[in-house]
C-alpha cells in the first residue's frame, strides 16, 4: 500500500495560484518569453538563473507563468500579495512588449503551435497525450484551503465537487478556441478533461481507499508523482490543503477574491459541519458529470442539479441563496465583502458574456477581446 501522509496545516488558511498568459502588445497573440521575462525577475530580485523565483513559476508552456501566493488568514492579504506580484509582473513584461492576458484560453490563437516549456516533465507529458496535451493552451485559478484533519480532505473534495457548476458557472471564460466561438462558456473545462487523470475526481470512502488508488496509478505507470493527479478538486497531501481547480482564468482580482472567498466559506462550513458528525453527501457520479457539462455549456444560465433526488435551480438562485446562507462563516473568517463580490458577478455578467459582448461590438475582432481582458490586469 503507498502511504500517503498528509501534511499539518492551519484550518482554512488559503493560497491562491493565478495562471497567466504572455500576450504580444501589437498583434494580441500569444507570445511565448516566459523564460525571459522569469529571468528578468531572477535579476531583479538578486536571484541567481538556476534559482527558482518565490512568486512566479513557469508552467507547461513557454507563453504562460504562474503567480502564486504564500499561506494567508484572509482573503483580504491573498489578494494584496496577488496584486503587488502582478503590478511587479506587469512591469518587467512591458519592457519586452509584452501584456498579461488571463481567461480560461486565448480567442484566436493556434494551440498546437505553442512551445512547451523546456523540462522533463512537461515532455513527458506531451509525449504520452500527444494532440490533446497539445491542446492544453488554457489557463486557470487554484484556491487551497487548510485543513487541520488529514480524515475531512476526502469528503470535502466531494463537498467542492456538489459546487463545480457554480464555480465553473462564475468562472467561465473561454468561449472562444481558435477563432471560433464554440457555444460553451467554457470550452476549457471539457478540453482540461481529456488528460488521462483530470477531470472529475473518483469519490473514496477512506484515505486508506485512495492510497490504493494512488499506489496502483504509479504502479501501472499511469503518474510518476502524486502531482500528475490533476483532477478539478484534490488533496494536497505534502501542503495538508484541497486544492479547488475548477475555475477558467481570470482577469478581475476583485472576482479572484470572490472566487476564493466562496471557496474558504465553504470549506470552512463543511470542516465544522464534519466536526459536529455531520457527512458530507455525495452527489451521483452521472449528476456529477451533467452538472459540469451543463456549466461549462450554458454558464450562468445553467440549471444544475442539487442533489441525489435530482431536485434542480438556476445556479445563479442557488448561489445567491448560498451567499446568504454563508454570510455567518464569511464575517467570521472576514471576507464579508470579498464573498458579496459574488452577487457583484452575477450582476455585472461572467467574462465569457464580457468576451462576447466585446466581440459583437468590435464588429468580430478577436483583438479587441483580448485588449479588454488586457486592460483589466493592467488595472489589478
Known amino acids: 500500500m503507498q502511504k500517503i501522509e498528509f501534511a499539518k496545516s492551519s484550518q482554512s488558511t488559503i493560497g491562491v495560484e493565478w495562471e497567466i498568459a504572455l500576450v504580444n502588445r501589437e498583434s494580441a497573440d500569444l507570445c511565448s518569453v516566459a523564460e525571459k521575462i522569469l529571468d528578468q525577475l531572477k535579476e531583479d530580485a538578486g536571484l541567481g538563473s538556476e534559482d527558482e523565483h518565490p ?60 512551445p512547451v516549456t ?60 481558435g477563432g471560433e466561438d464554440t457555444g460553451y462558456a467554457s470550452q476549457r473545462a471539457l478540453m482540461f478533461q481529456q488528460l488521462p487523470t483530470a477531470g472529475i475526481p473518483f469519490h473514496f470512502d477512506s484515505w486508506s481507499e485512495y492510497e490504493a488508488y494512488v499506489a496502483d496509478m504509479l504502479h501501472t505507470g ?17 501542503l495538508g490543503t484541497v486544492e479547488m481547480r475548477i475555475c477558467d482564468g481570470m482577469s478581475s482580482l476583485e472576482d479572484i477574491s470572490a472566487i476564493t472567498a466562496l471557496t474558504q466559506c465553504l470549506v470552512h462550513d463543511m470542516s465544522m459541519a464534519i466536526e459536529a458528525g455531520y457527512k458530507v453527501p455525495v452527489m451521483p457520479a452521472w449528476y456529477r458529470v451533467e452538472n459540469k457539462w451543463r456549466a461549462a455549456r450554458y454558464g450562468l444560465d445553467a440549471i444544475i442539479i442539487l442533489n441525489a433526488q435530482g431536485d434542480e435551480m438556476l445556479v445563479t438562485d442557488h448561489l445567491r441563496a448560498e451567499v446568504k446562507r454563508l454570510a455567518p462563516v464569511a464575517e467570521q473568517l472576514g471576507c464579508t465583502d470579498e464573498l458579496q463580490g459574488i452577487i457583484r458577478l452575477i450582476e455585472r455578467g461572467a467574462e465569457y458574456q464580457l468576451q462576447r459582448n466585446t466581440f459583437a461590438a468590435s464588429g468580430g475582432d478577436f483583438k479587441a477581446v483580448v485588449q479588454e481582458n488586457v486592460s483589466r490586469m493592467k488595472a489589478v
Open 118 to 177: 523546456d523540462k522533463e516533465r512537461y515532455a513527458n507529458l506531451i509525449d504520452r497525450t500527444q494532440w490533446w496535451g497539445r491542446q492544453m493552451v488554457i489557463y486557470g485559478i487554484h484556491v487551497h484551503v487548510g485543513l487541520d484533519d488529514r480524515d475531512k480532505a476526502l469528503p470535502i473534495t466531494d463537498g467542492l465537487i456538489n459546487y463545480q457548476p457554480h464555480f465553473q458557472a462564475l468562472s467561465a471564460s473561454s468561449p472562444y478556441w
Open 55 to 114: 512568486t512566479v513559476k513557469p508552467e507547461l508552456l513557454m507563453n504562460t507563468v504562474e503567480v502564486v501566493t504564500g499561506v494567508h488568514n484572509t482573503v483580504a492579504e491573498a489578494a494584496q500579495e496577488l496584486r503587488t506580484n502582478v503590478r511587479m509582473l506587469n512591469e518587467v513584461a512591458a519592457k519586452h512588449g509584452v501584456d498579461l492576458y488571463s481567461a480560461g484560453s486565448h480567442p484566436f490563437a493556434a494551440p498546437i503551435s505553442q
Open 222 to 238: 499511469v503518474i510518476d508523482d502524486i502531482s500528475e493527479i490533476r483532477w478539478d478538486v484534490r488533496p494536497v497531501n505534502r
